[in-house]
C-alpha cells in the first residue's frame, strides 16, 4: 500500500510542474510570438525543471503539439498488426477448441454406445441365469422326487452317495 501523503505530495508536485510548463508556454508565446517552435530546452531554463521531467506523458502533451499526433499514429499503426496476430492466435485457440469439443462429443457417444451394449448383454446373460436357475431348480426337484420314491420301496440309494463322491474326486 501507497503512503496517502506519498500520493498528495507527488499530486501537488505534478500539478505544480504542470502549472510552471503552460506559464513557460504562454511566456514563450508572448515573448517570441505565436508561431515559435517551443523545445524542451526554452521551458527547461525557464521553469527549472529537467527536461527528464518534461518528456513524462503528464507534461510533454501541453508543450510538443506533434507529440500527440505522433503517439496516435504510433500506436494504430503497431496496434493493427498487433491486433491481427492477436486475432490469428484467438482463431488458432477457437478451432483447437472445438477439435477438442468434437473429440471428447465422440468419446462421450462412443462410451454411451458401449454402456448400452452392456446394459443390453447383462440383460441377456441374467436371463441365461435364470433360466439356468430355474432348469436346475425342476431337475433337483425331480431328482427328489425320485429319492423319495425310491425311499418308499425300499431301495437303497447309499450307493448312489457314493458315486457321487467318487464324480467329484
Same mark, same amino acid.
Given at each position: 500500500m501507497i503512503n496517502s501523503g506519498l500520493l498528495n505530495v507527488q499530486q501537488s508536485m505534478r500539478e505544480d510542474s504542470i502549472q510552471k510548463v503552460k506559464w513557460a508556454v504562454q511566456f514563450i508565446k508572448d515573448s517570441e510570438g505565436n508561431h515559435v517552435r517551443i523545445t524542451a530546452v526554452k521551458i527547461s531554463e525557464i521553469t527549472g525543471l529537467s527536461r527528464a521531467a518534461l518528456y513524462k506523458k503528464h507534461l510533454r502533451p501541453l508543450? @510538443? *503539439?506533434s507529440?500527440?499526433?505522433l503517439t496516435e499514429q504510433v500506436q494504430s499503426q503497431s496496434s493493427i498488426p498487433d491486433q491481427q496476430y492477436q486475432v490469428n492466435k484467438l482463431n488458432e485457440k477457437i478451432t483447437?477448441?472445438?477439435?477438442?469439443?468434437k473429440k471428447s462429443r465422440n468419446q462421450?457417444?462412443?462410451l454411451i454406445s458401449d454402456l448400452e451394449n452392456e446394459k443390453n448383454r447383462t440383460k441377456v446373460y441374467r436371463?441365461?441365469? @435364470? *433360466?439356468?436357475?430355474?432348469?436346475?431348480?425342476?431337475l433337483l426337484h425331480y431328482n427328489l422326487r425320485i429319492l423319495r420314491k425310491l425311499h418308499i420301496l425300499g431301495i437303497d440309494v447309499s450307493e448312489f452317495d457314493k458315486m457321487e463322491t467318487d464324480v467329484d474326486s
Open positions: 508543450w @510538443d *503539439n507529440y500527440t499526433g483447437e477448441i472445438e477439435f477438442s469439443l462421450n457417444d462412443k436371463q441365461d441365469y @435364470d *433360466n439356468l436357475k430355474e432348469r436346475h431348480q425342476k
